[in-house]
T-cell receptor, first 113, second 110 residues
Framework: KAGVTQTPRYLIKTRGQQVTLSCSPISGHRSVSWYQQTPGQGLQFLFE???????NKGNFPGRFSGRQFSNSRSEMNVSTLELGDSALYLCASSFWGENTEAFFGQGTRLTVV | GESVGLHLPTLSVQEGDNSIINCAYS??????FIWYKQESGKGPQFIIDIRSNMDKRQGQRVTVLLNKTVKHLSLQIAATQPGDSAVYFCAENTGNQFYFGTGTSLTVIP
């Protein structure tokens, strides 16, 4: 069974640009969550999608958005990039999203210069 | 809001010894917990989970203990090996969201 796949693995963007990251969950999983990981901040929750609907959202500005497709694949978008957006972006997939095992992808390392 | 904290940011153990990593959580309504291991350059790897109707769960070389009275979670690793060196996170599930601690860095000394 394939794991969670995130693409691309690495990205370098310039301030002001926008970026789209992709996450393919484990087959059969319908919940996809996105997290930002930075040194000292740990994993911070961005949002969670289930069956194409955003069910939960963390405390990030509106520049961070996401969506989920009918095949459960998810994308997150960050517009007007800032230097502070440099981080490892992780997605996790689970069957239900609540009280079930959640498995992470390898992450996308975003560097904003 | 919820907060999940770790008592020790770093832990060093001798190879072969047992390791204990602790975690405190604040939301008494949380009913599902997971321990993750994250190696450098990789995403967090699921280790073991426990539900609030249990106080102990064992896996291969790992045991998770849950004390709901004091809202405390611990991960015990038996016979720690060099490959166990990593950052360990606990996560509590409330609703559709997981809350993570900042992590404990475990270093295994050969």
């Amino acid at each position: 069974k394939a794991g969670v796949t995130q693409t691309p693995r690495y990205l370098i963007k310039t301030r002001g640009q926008q970026v789209t990251l992709s996450c393919s969950p484990i087959s059969g999983h319908r919940s996809v969550s996105w997290y930002q990981q930075t040194p000292g901040q740990g994993l911070q929750f961005l949002f969670e999608y289930f069956s194409e609907t955003q069910r939960n959202k963390g405390n990030f500005p509106g520049r961070f958005s996401g969506r989920q497709f009918s095949n459960s694949r998810s994308e997150m978008n960050v517009s007007t990039l800032e230097l502070g957006d440099s981080a490892l972006y992780l997605c996790a997939s689970s069957f239900w999203g609540e009280n079930t095992e959640a498995f992470f992808g390898q992450g996308t390392r975003l560097t904003v210069v | 809001g919820e907060s999940v904290g770790l008592h020790l940011p770093t832990l060093s153990v001798q190879e072969g010894d047992n390791s204990i990593i602790n975690c405190a959580y604040s939301n008494s309504a949380s009913d599902y917990f997971i321990w993750y291991k994250q190696e450098s350059g990789k995403g967090p790897q699921f280790i073991i989970d426990i539900r609030s109707n249990m106080d102990k769960r064992q896996g291969q070389r790992v045991t998770v203990l849950l004390n709901k009275t004091v809202k405390h979670l611990s991960l015990q690793i038996a016979a720690t090996q060099p490959g166990d060196s990593a950052v360990y996170f606990c996560a509590e599930n409330t609703g559709n969201q997981f809350y993570f601690g900042t992590g404990t860095s475990l270093t295994v000394i050969p």
